[in-house]
């Protein structure tokens, strides 16, 4: 007879039995699982022994009182989320949890090991829970289709005599030495100024002999030895290895870009500071995006500290002032007693680096997938790469008092992907298991969808938070064209947050400005449509790597749910509306009606969704030459046409914007409403002029779609110019939240051509009305809080107001008492760091918490 119960002192493993060993083998498997969710009880014994990570035994705060203040703050929203989340209740706030774990051959001495959970983060070349596993990132001119095996393939100038155009090429394609770490190319070895790599026996991770000049996508040969051309590169081959040469003279002819990170100057030998993720928190050092963090501190930004590491000194910060304003971490200090916290709070996974640090590290440019960068003399310069949020959020996610070091105590769990930087540049340059995450090479949107799977299945893997809510508290930020439509469903129960918020239909396809092959790899290759990789809606079969279909990954939700998703505005540089009123700029006259302006390149450093006319390095460049073009834009290989790329209206390319600025170019034209209403519609040449400019002197601005998401909404927001939306069933920013029936107008698709008498049939008392409610909500939509946006809003708003003041001075008026040109009226107090779009995203997701229990 089996005893289920015994005395503390009876009870041994070895007394139960039941028909045998059944209970030994029960025994040994739970064993065996806890090994493998070792992570969730590490995390408790790191606690043991330490007063970190314990819970105070304070109460909570008592709530704040509703005020007119915050009655202001949250003046046109939906519901009670925005007075609910600032008259919380605050909790106790308690220090974070201290790891005491080793990693296995000291993550051999290449990567940085977590004390929380025993497993190490690695640099680029490395792989593996100890970094022991090799992963080499080759130069390359030619992919896989699937699998796993990744081969060294030597450069063939002779490739170039069997495509077209050097487009078809990676980015990575090579005629000199390779950095097998990141796929880089460099000047040939044997030339004076070539890269020289360690030596043989030299420690794992030892920076080359002699770093030596890149030879980047425009600086490839364009003949052979033999002197016939070759489309393999664009320049000549004297000009990179004559005596006057790149790689040979010491003030050579012909320059080539400095395109990787950290890198620049005469020669591109002049060393400056480079972007991570608030900085290492000062306690690491920084490699092109990977944190080498200090020994006792780790995490994907170094924020997180061992019991044996020391706090009490500053760190690099101290003797690095240009780091200092970008490395803060609330979360990491010691609370003094008493000290409370506001919801949520967030925990931010700390995953293997190949979902997101390895993707600053293999990026083609040191001014993309980053809101920001360091020039040459180390100034912070501003990013305008549309899809910035992707890492911008993060680092303000990372320097937030939302953040939280103790998984235990959070309300959510943040998911760090890259996936948009995975989709471009990443997957364009290179051939690496990272570079497609195991989907077709023909379809970049199959490698996000595999990047959040495998995120998906680590989490469930290795530690235990997904499964304990199936993943509703858990948040992804998508930030591609139309990322919201190719979430696996596997994730769909967590909250999503993109731009693109296409609802309704659950059998959904792409609206990809493209018409795609039913064929895959090369014909695929060989269409001559602008988006083809975009096309999610394209299936792609395999019988090993993908035998079930692509499809059956994504198949069965919606684009956007706005019960549980939120769309957010894009991350926009202060710059790009300077002459906005709300930055404090003079109020002009809102002489046109309507706008709708592309933005057609004149010079070779321009805005970031056009691509240069004349192709020249911008990155180095001084704080007062900003506004240079994105890297990743100097080298799409899926553009066929620079030109195409810089028109907005693409009326050879139907499918693009659903046909709907094709339709209103053309009824602009046959209407003549440029001269009858004052309807601008066109490109930089119809429309001339400042485009902050002409959005503040306009009184409606149009937002139609682009090939997905589209950011006018945020433009015309921004400012203080009424938006009117033509878009069916597609969500724009904040729209689930924000009322904006106050300062927004809808017209369906089908009336588009009636825009004029719609927009005519607005009574100007309406529009004064629908431009107060703007103002009253417009931070909103901007990140204004975050650090170098908030200096960047302080110095336009003291430029500005001088403007202003010298401009009524000229016209014989007082600057302080003179009524506005046209509401709304500048704003020349705004504090940057009050409410903007991160709070109003935290205070959405607090109100959130219930429905993920």
């Known amino acids: 007879m089996v005893k289920l119960r015994a005395s503390r002192a009876q009870r041994r493993p070895t007394s139960f039995a039941f028909g045998g060993g059944l209970v030994s083998v029960l025994l040994l498997a739970l064993i065996g699982a806890l090994k493998h969710n070792h992570s969730h009880w590490t995390l408790a014994n790191s606690r043991a022994g330490s007063s970190h990570g314990k819970r105070p035994a304070s109460l909570p705060a008592p709530r704040p009182k509703l005020t007119a203040h915050i009655n202001r703050l949250c003046e046109g929203t939906l519901g009670s989320w925005c007075t609910d989340f600032h008259t919380q209740a605050l909790s106790p706030a308690a220090p974070a949890p201290l790891g005491n774990h080793t990693c296995s051959l000291d993550c051999n001495k290449v990567g940085v090991c977590s004390a929380l959970t025993g497993l190490c983060t690695c640099p680029a070349g490395w792989t593996s829970w100890n970094c022991l596993q090799p992963m080499p990132r080759y130069c390359t001119h030619q992919r896989r289709e699937f699998g796993f095996e990744v081969p060294h393939i030597p450069a063939r100038l002779e490739a170039g005599l069997e495509v077209e155009s050097f487009w078809h090429f990676p980015l990575s394609h090579c005629a000199g030495t390779c950095d097998d770490n990141i796929a880089a190319c460099y000047c040939p070895s044997h030339t004076p100024y070539g890269r020289v790599p360690a030596k043989q026996d030299a420690p794992l991770g030892s920076p080359p002999e002699c770093q030596g000049r890149p030879m980047g996508w425009y600086c490839q040969p364009g003949k052979l030895p033999n002197g016939t051309a070759t489309v393999w590169g664009e320049t000549d081959p004297d000009l990179l290895f004559g005596p006057e040469g790149w790689c040979m003279a010491e003030k050579p002819k012909h320059t080539c870009d400095c395109f990787v990170d950290g890198w620049g100057g005469e020669g591109c030998q002049q060393r400056f500071e480079m972007f991570c993720l608030n900085q290492c928190n000062g306690r690491g050092e920084c490699n092109q995006g990977y944190c080498r963090c200090d020994p006792g501190w780790h995490g994907i930004d170094c924020a997180h500290r061992s019991a044996t590491a020391d706090a009490s000194k500053l760190g690099r910060e101290a003797s690095r002032p240009w780091i200092k304003d970008h490395v803060r971490t609330p979360a990491a200090q010691d609370f003094p007693p008493g000290s409370y916290r506001k919801h949520p709070l967030i925990y931010v996974y700390e995953l293997p680096a190949e979902f997101a640090s390895l993707m600053i590290q293999y990026r083609y440019g040191g001014d993309v997938c980053v809101p920001r960068y360091f020039n040459v003399a180390n100034e912070t310069m501003l990013s305008a790469d549309p899809y910035a949020a992707e890492s911008g959020f993060l680092e303000m996610l990372l320097q937030s008092e939302h953040r939280t070091l103790d998984p235990e105590e959070a309300d959510y769990f943040f998911v760090p992907t890259f996936s948009s930087c995975l989709m471009l540049p990443v997957r364009h340059s290179a051939d690496s298991l990272r570079d497609t995450w195991y989907g077709s090479n023909s379809l970049r949107v199959h490698a996000a969808t595999h990047m959040w799977l495998e995120a ?194 693409q009326p050879d390319n139907p499918g693009y914007s659903r046909g709907l600025r094709q339709r209103l170019a053309a009824a602009s034209q046959q209407g003549d409403w440029l001269n009858k209403h004052r309807i601008a519609v066109g490109e930089r040449g119809a429309v001339p002029g400042d485009y902050s400019e002409l959005m503040a002197s306009s009184e409606f601005c149009l937002v139609l779609p682009g090939d997905g998401w589209v950011a006018r909404m945020d433009d015309a927001t921004l400012h203080g110019c009424i938006p009117v939306i033509i878009m069916d069933e597609v969500d724009v920013s904040f729209e689930s939240i924000v009322d904006l029936s106050r300062f927004s107008l809808r017209i369906p698709q089908a009336d588009l051509e009636k825009l004029p008498e719609v927009l005519l049939a607005v009574p100007e008392e309406r529009r004064q009305e629908m431009r107060r409610a703007l103002a009253r909500v417009w931070q909103k939509y901007t990140y204004s809080s975050y650090g170098p946006y908030a200096k960047a809003v302080r110095d336009i708003q003291q430029r500005n107001a001088a403007e202003a003041a010298q401009w009524h001075a000229a016209q014989g008026l007082n600057a302080s008492t003179a009524p506005p040109a046209s509401l709304p009226a500048p704003v020349t107090d705004l504090d940057p760091e009050a409410d903007d779009a991160f709070t109003t995203i935290m205070a959405w997701l607090h109100s959130r918490i219930p429905a993920t229990r």
């Open 456 to 649: 998906y299945h680590w989490l469930k893997a290795h530690l235990p938070y997904w499964n304990r809510r199936g993943g509703r508290d858990h948040i992804w930020l998508v930030t591609h064209d139309e990322a919201s439509c190719y979430v696996p469903s596997a994730i769909r129960p967590s909250i999503i947050l993109s731009h693109w918020g296409r609802k309704g239909d659950t059998n959904h396809t792409s609206g990809s400005g493209s018409v795609v092959p039913t064929s895959q790899t090369s014909e695929l290759r060989a269409h001559k449509k602008l988006y083809w990789e975009d096309v999610y809606s394209t299936d792609v079969k395999h019988p090993h790597w993908e035998p079930d279909g692509y499809l059956g990954l994504i198949a069965g939700h919606a684009c956007h749910d706005p019960m549980k998703d939120l769309i957010i505005p894009q991350f926009k540089t202060p710059r790009h509306f300077h002459a906005s009123p709300l930055l404090g700029a003079r109020s002009r006259n809102r002489t046109w009606l309507a706008l709708h302006r592309g933005k057609r390149c004149l010079h070779h450093c321009c805005c970031y969704c056009c691509v240069p006319l004349v192709l020249a390095p911008c990155q180095g460049l001084t704080a007062a030459q900003e506004g240079a073009v994105p890297a990743r834009l100097l080298m799409l290989p899926l553009l066929l046409s620079v030109l195409r790329m810089a028109r907005r209206v």
